[in-house]
């Protein structure tokens, strides 16, 4: 079955610490995986996807096929980085997503 | 420079009562996506419209309906509304060749 689990509800940081938020997926073919954000009242946005191997605003996330992870980095959190992120696979055709149930990050300044 | 436009923002509904969640799009995309958001359990996609004149089921689409009216307008519609229906539902769209979504910003939608 496909399925992305994002293991923690709420990731609770200082500003300046490092920021890892998990995912991990299951999914039988070449998995297509992507990061969105969600910042406070506005609506969610494409952060990253692996397929294209960048950073944005200082995140990265590496795509391991043995581990079956996604997981989102950042060596140096920032307040404004505060939002709730959804790790989301590419499955089923017709681009559908599949979304975890996301992680809600939270930097103390 | 609109991208996707869904209205209602807020909407309250008691139990049996009807209503359409209206979404376009600007972007001459292809395909078209409801979502509903719940807390701890993410988006589920409730249909999609992969092109014009289609639509499918997602994972939840019990109690709802669609109609892709035109390549711009992918409505949701409510016919019995029920307090499990209480959610934020969210419009998407995607061209083939983009990986990423566009959303709109949301209905939050309040069964009664």
């Known amino acids: 079955a496909q399925r992305v689990t994002q293991p923690e509800k709420l990731l609770s940081v200082f500003k300046g610490a490092p920021v890892e938020l998990k995912c991990n997926y299951s999914?039988?073919?070449?998995?297509?995986l992507f990061w969105y954000v969600q910042y406070s009242r506005q609506r969610l946005q494409l952060l990253l996807r692996h397929i294209s191997r960048e950073s944005i605003k200082g995140f990265t996330a590496d795509l391991n096929k043995g581990e079956t992870s996604f997981h989102l980095k950042k060596p140096f959190a920032q307040e404004e980085d505060s939002a709730m992120y959804y790790c989301?696979?590419?499955?089923?055709?017709?681009?559908?997503?599949?979304f975890g149930a996301g992680t809600r990050l939270a930097v103390h300044p | 420079n609109a991208g996707v436009t869904q209205t209602p923002k807020f909407q309250v509904l008691k139990t049996g009562q009807s209503m359409t969640l209206q979404c376009a799009q600007d972007?001459?995309?292809?395909?078209m996506y409801w979502y509903r958001q719940d807390p701890g359990m993410g988006l589920r996609l409730i249909y999609y419209?992969?092109?014009?004149?289609?639509?499918d089921k997602g994972e939840v689409p019990n109690g709802y309906n669609v109609s892709r009216l035109n390549k711009r307008e992918f409505s949701l519609r409510l016919e019995s509304a029920a307090p499990s229906q209480t959610s934020v539902y969210f419009c998407?769209?995607?061209?083939?060749?983009?990986?990423?979504?566009?959303f709109g910003s949301g209905t939050r939608l309040t069964v009664v």
């Open positions: 419209s992969a092109s014009e004149g289609t639509t």
């Open positions: 972007m001459n995309h292809n395909s």
């Open positions: 998407a769209s995607i061209q083939e060749s983009n990986y990423g979504y566009t």
């Open positions: 999914y039988s073919g070449s998995p297509e």
């Open positions: 989301a696979l590419k499955g089923g055709g017709y681009n559908k997503l599949i």
